[in-house]
């Protein structure tokens, strides 16, 4: 089967995640760039990518990387890209994004409007004809401009990959899916440790946790735009690809897994999107403030985003809300924490200094990820012999 270079942008900052969960699909990595891993697979590596990857926000099958200074170059090197091997008589294309940075060429909607019309007179050529109904399926187009170097992709995707479906009830300041996916996999935390969020909002991150010790494809209950691109991916591959996806999801394994919020109606949210993510059975969802946060047991971890303070009135409660999360904390022997925040003041009200913290844009918000790093704890032993 041909090999393509695919292309999988994710948040700044996650780019080593992202790159580890490729490598796990067993594809080899092309390049890693700010907010992206470029890697080569055949036309299968589409649905496995789409289907299995936690940490991914979509996946853009590459047509071309072409330099252009001038609206004309971009014309005359976007017509010459092989249009024709991805996009049928009767697709319908279109550039869907276009993003520029520090490169010459900066208004989208112009490059938007010169790359549409240069794909066009390329099929008119190949097609031998004048007009295209556009009538099948859909083949979008974005294109990333960086010092004038313009990368090339059709999204398989369609919706971004953190809408997985089962969230259809959000907190004021959720986190997404594919951020939350990430946070959990930096961390050393495995189905068999405890996790608690005393900030679960939503439930985004107990979720994914629980999907991912679950071993559920985050993608497995949703479609994708490439399902229907029958002339490059045939059916038969996505089928195969989801049935992989059922039979490796057990649902039926022992987790500690917890979230708390303090307002009921959002933790009543949470227990919803779990259940529709189908792992309600596999987490304890409590109201409960920051200010109760305790476990009998150690060596756990907290993965959490608590209030960042975005609004003024919330700014003036983030000294003692910080103190409380130190305060619990310190009740927690022996635990690992981690927290993501865009408050400046996290570690002083903490009371601590994190061992690591790492920049990771949440959006178009920079944030940091502070690490607080328990011990590991002590391996069992058994007839006198350590074992894992």
């Known amino acids: 089967m041909k090999t393509v270079e695919l292309i999988a942008p994710c948040h700044f900052g996650m780019e080593a995640v992202l790159k580890r969960e490729i490598q796990d699909l067993g594809y080899e990595i092309s390049e890693v760039e700010n907010g992206k891993v470029t890697f080569v697979g055949d036309m299968e590596a589409i649905c496995y990518a789409n289907i299995f990857l936690r940490t991914a926000e979509r996946i853009l099958l590459k047509v071309g990387r072409v330099h252009a200074e001038t609206f004309d170059e971009l014309f005359e090197k976007t017509k010459a890209l ?56 859909s083949y979008p187009v974005r294109v990333f401009f960086m010092k004038d170097e313009a990368v090339i992709g059709l999204d398989t995707s369609g919706d971004s990959l953190h ?6 009830l959000t907190s004021r300041a959720p986190i997404t899916e594919t951020l939350a996916s990430a946070l959990i996999l930096m961390t050393p935390w495995n189905r068999e440790r405890i996790l608690v969020d005393p900030f679960c909002g939503s439930g985004t991150i ?32 996505w089928y195969g690809v989801a049935d992989e996806a059922a039979e490796l999801a057990d649902t039926t394994i022992s987790t500690d897994i917890q979230g708390y919020d303090i307002d009921g109606s959002i933790v009543k ?3 919803e999107n779990a259940k529709r993510a189908g792992v309600e059975k596999l987490i304890h969802f409590q109201q409960r403030p920051v200010s109760e946060l305790s476990h009998p047991k150690k060596y756990g971890f907290i993965i959490t985003n608590p209030p960042y303070g975005e609004r003024i009135s ?22 690992s924490e981690y927290v993501i925040t865009s408050y400046g003041d996290a570690e002083k009200y903490i009371g601590r200094k994190a061992d690591k913290n790492r920049k990771i844009y949440n959006g178009m918000m920079k ?22």
């Open 82 to 137: 092989p249009w024709e091997d991805f996009i049928p008589r009767d697709g319908k294309f279109w550039v869907a994004k276009a993003t520029s940075i520090r490169s010459k060429l900066f208004s989208p909607s112009d490059i938007q409007s010169i790359m549409k019309k240069a794909m066009v007179e390329r099929l008119k050529t190949v097609y031998h004809q004048e007009w295209f109904a556009e009538s099948g399926a």
């Open 367 to 388: 944030t940091y990820l502070y690490q607080f790093l328990g011990p590991e704890p002590p391996r069992a032993k058994k007839q006198g012999r350590q074992i894992d």
């Open 269 to 271: 949210a949470a227990r």
């Open 206 to 237: 107990p979720i994914e946790a629980a999907m991912i010790a679950a071993n559920i494809a985050p993608g497995m209950n949703r479609s994708f735009l490439a399902n229907e691109w029958d002339n490059l991916i045939p059916k038969k591959l």
């Open 163 to 168: 809408k997985r479906g089962y969230r259809l």
């Open 314 to 335: 919330e700014k003036e409660q983030l000294p003692q809300l910080y103190r409380e999360i130190g305060e619990g904390f310190a009740r927690l022997d022996c635990w």
